[in-house]
T-cell receptor, first 111, second 116 residues
Framework: RKEVEQDPGPFNVPEGATVAFNCTYS??????FFWYRQDCRKEPKLLMS?????NEDGRFTAQLNRASQYISLLIRDSKLSDSATYLC????????????WGAGTKLIIKP | EAGVTQFPSHSVIEKGQTVTLRCDPI?????LYWYRRVMGKEIKFLLH????????ESGMPNNRFLAERTGGTYSTLKVQPAELEDSGVYFC??????????????FGPGTRLTVT
């Protein structure tokens, strides 16, 4: 079983729609949670950290459910520029805070 | 402010040859990380330097890989001898701090290594 699991997609979504990604993690001791964005043949970039109470940054909302070991990312009013791969990432003290990566979910926004 | 830089951007070598990848972190960042993404797989941690010391090298796949960070500035990752399964994209990242959620890692553009 993978440590961080994501639906690989691709998700094909019309511009302006709302899209949600989910991610599950296996280590119950995971401490910090992140969503990264990676454009094709580029480096990953931090999109947002995920806090226990949930957090929002503009059109992006992240939620964490520790009991179910589940993280979500919601994108509202999607733009063409949101097309990318979204990577779910966690770390834990018992693994020296190494970033443990999901394989990513590919999002394609269509005009 | 300059970001993380990596050299070369691409490298094609034959099995059995040696390749050295270089990473220059953001100035002032004590923490430097190496990652690898093999095609179709997730990004995997290789190792973490704090200044010139190896904080965590548990992700290094085998002793064909040698990472150094002399003087605590730039880092090199040498693969010797290279094998076919070493092909992938090698990312370097740096951060001011580490541990928990108190830091952001900034990634370089990666080195795409192809071993033929």
């Amino acid at each position: 079983r993978k440590e961080v699991e994501q639906d690989p997609g691709p998700f094909n979504v019309p511009e302006g729609a709302t899209v949600a990604f989910n991610c599950t993690y296996s280590n119950s001791a995971s401490q910090s949670f992140f969503w990264y964005r990676q454009d094709c043949r580029k480096e990953p970039k931090l999109l947002m950290s995920v806090y226990s109470s949930g957090n929002e940054d503009g059109r992006f909302t992240a939620q964490l459910n520790r009991a179910s070991q589940y993280i979500s990312l919601l994108i509202r009013d999607s733009k063409l520029s949101d097309s990318a791969t979204y990577l779910c990432v966690v770390n834990a003290l018992d693994s020296n805070y190494q970033l443990i990566w999901g394989a990513g979910t590919k999002l394609i926004i269509k005009p | 402010e300059a970001g993380v830089t990596q050299f070369p951007s691409h490298s094609v070598i034959e099995k059995g040859q040696t390749v050295t990848l270089r990473c220059d972190p953001i100035s002032g960042h004590d923490n430097l990380y190496w990652y690898r993404r093999v095609m179709g797989k997730e990004i995997k941690f290789l190792l973490h330097f704090v200044k010139e010391s190896k904080q965590d090298e548990s992700g290094m796949p085998n002793n064909r890989f040698l990472a150094e960070r002399t003087g605590g500035t730039y880092s090199t990752l040498k693969v010797q001898p290279a094998e076919l399964e070493d092909s992938g994209v090698y990312f370097c990242a740096s951060s001011q701090d580490w541990g928990g959620a108190s830091y952001e890692q900034y990634f370089g553009p990666g080195t795409r290594l192809t071993v033929t």
